[in-house]
Antibody, heavy 119, light 108 residues
């Protein structure tokens, strides 16, 4: 069974940094693009970043470029998202998501980890 | 960047048909995906490649895409269909995935 389990969320101060982790199991992790999607409380889904299977290529949403860094460790089946210079607008549930083959969509989602930025 | 526009809410009576539009500039030339999200849960992919239902998804859900509007249609709506629905496309010029703002389906 495919499982994606996020961790690392919590209450953080504005201006600070944090790193979210996502442990993957039940599939060949290195064969899939992986994504982070966030959702502010009561708001819609926002794609923030993606990384290819071997970690050599990544893309970001315009709204987060320069502050977020996506990475992965295929030996450990783990996806990461580092968020720097935290702002109130970064408060959200962050979902770790597996990309399906050939742009077939985001076929597996974790349950998400909540990040709350305090001023 | 590319913008997808959805109405914030759609309401239908049980047994009726719900249509949830997703507007975008020449969206008909893109492959559209649809997600369903129930309260407190992660989203699930229900439709990909404009109209292909994922395994296990009710046949009452269908998708279409032409011109500047893609549409998710839910026939014979049931109380269990109440959820937020999001459209999504891949915008290749900027190598970004884009979600619509989401539509809350209410069953009256």
């Amino acid at each position: 069974e495919v499982q994606l389990v996020e961790s690392g969320g919590g209450l953080v101060q504005s201006g600070g940094s944090l790193t979210l982790s996502c442990g993957a199991s039940g599939f060949t992790f290195s064969s899939f693009w992986m994504h982070w999607v966030r959702q502010a409380p009561g708001k819609g889904l926002v794609w923030v970043a993606r990384i290819n299977g071997d970690g050599s290529s990544s893309n970001y949403a315009d709204s987060v470029k320069g502050r977020l860094t996506i990475s992965r460790d295929n030996a450990d089946n783990t996806l990461y998202l580092q968020v720097d210079s935290l702002r109130g607008e970064d408060s959200a549930v962050y979902y770790c998501v597996r990309g399906g083959v050939a742009s077939s969509g985001f076929d597996k989602w974790g349950q998400g980890t909540l990040v709350t930025v305090s001023s | 960047s590319y913008v997808l526009t959805q109405p914030p809410s759609v309401s239908v009576a049980p047994g009726e048909t719900a249509r949830i539009p997703c507007g975008g500039n020449n969206i008909g030339s893109n492959s559209v995906l649809w997600y369903q999200q129930k309260p407190g849960q992660a989203p699930i992919l229900v439709i990909n490649y404009n109209s292909d239902r994922r395994s296990g998804v009710s046949e009452r859900l269908s998708g279409s895409n032409s011109g500047n509007t893609a549409t998710l249609t839910i026939s014979r709506v049931e109380a269990g269909d109440e959820a937020d629905y999001y459209c999504q496309v891949w915008f290749s010029p900027s190598a970004q995935w884009v979600f619509g703002g989401g539509t809350k389906l209410t069953v009256l």
